[in-house]
T-cell receptor, first 116, second 110 residues
């Protein structure tokens, strides 16, 4: 079974530029998550999708971050304009369940963003 | 607001030692608690999931316990090996939303 695919693996941009990340979840997984992991910290949830609808985006900085999940499969996360503090690893995860005790999330390798 | 704390932040042990990683959380209203492994430059791999109704889970040399009343979980690794070197993260699930600790960086020396 193929895992969660993310691209690009690395991205270096200057502040105020824009950047986009792509995620392809495990086939058949209805729930998709984007997390931000700053160096030395645990991942923090940015947004959760159920099919192509948003379940939770309470921690997404909506003035500069946006995300979409077209047709309930692939997803893109965009930052515009980027700030220095956006330097982090952006992880995508997917799950076959909507929640509950047995909900396991499967993570991609992440995109490491450096903002100079 | 749920807060998850992991102690210690880093740990170095000689090969063959048994070790314990600790995780504490402030809100006991959780669906489950999960332990993940993260290798440098890679994503997270799920190691063990303990449902809120369970007390422990085992997989090979790994054993995780959960005490919801005290807000604590431990990950026990038996007979550690250099290949166990990685960062270990615990996370609690609140309605599908995972809240992570900051991780424990483990180094097992040959």
């Amino acid at each position: 079974e193929a895992g969660v695919a993310q691209s690009p693996r690395y991205k270096i941009i200057e502040k105020r530029q824009s950047v986009a990340f792509w995620c392809n979840p495990i086939s058949g997984h209805a729930t998709l998550y984007w997390y931000q992991q700053i160096l030395g910290q645990g991942p923090k949830l940015l947004i959760q999708f159920q099919n192509n609808g948003v379940v939770d985006d309470s921690q997404l900085p909506k003035d500069r971050f946006s995300a979409e999940r077209l047709k309930g499969v692939d997803s893109t996360l965009k930052i515009q304009p980027a700030k220095l503090e956006d330097s982090a690893v952006y992880l995508c995860a997917s799950s076959g369940r909507t929640g509950g005790e047995k909900n396991i999330q499967y993570f991609g390798a992440g995109t490491r963003l450096s903002v100079l | 607001k749920q807060e998850v704390t992991q102690i210690p932040a880093a740990l170095s042990v000689p090969e063959g030692e048994n070790l314990v990683l600790n995780c504490s959380f402030t809100d006991s209203a959780i669906y489950n608690l999960q332990w993940f492994r993260q290798d440098p430059g890679k994503g997270l791999t799920s190691l063990l999931l303990i449902q809120s109704s369970q007390r422990e889970q085992t997989s090979g040399r790994l054993n995780a316990s959960l005490d919801k009343s005290s807000g604590r979980s431990t990950l026990y690794i038996a007979a550690s090996q250099p290949g166990d070197s990685a960062t270990y993260l615990c996370a609690v699930d609140q309605g599908g939303k995972l809240i992570f600790g900051q991780g424990t960086e483990l180094s097992v020396k040959p």
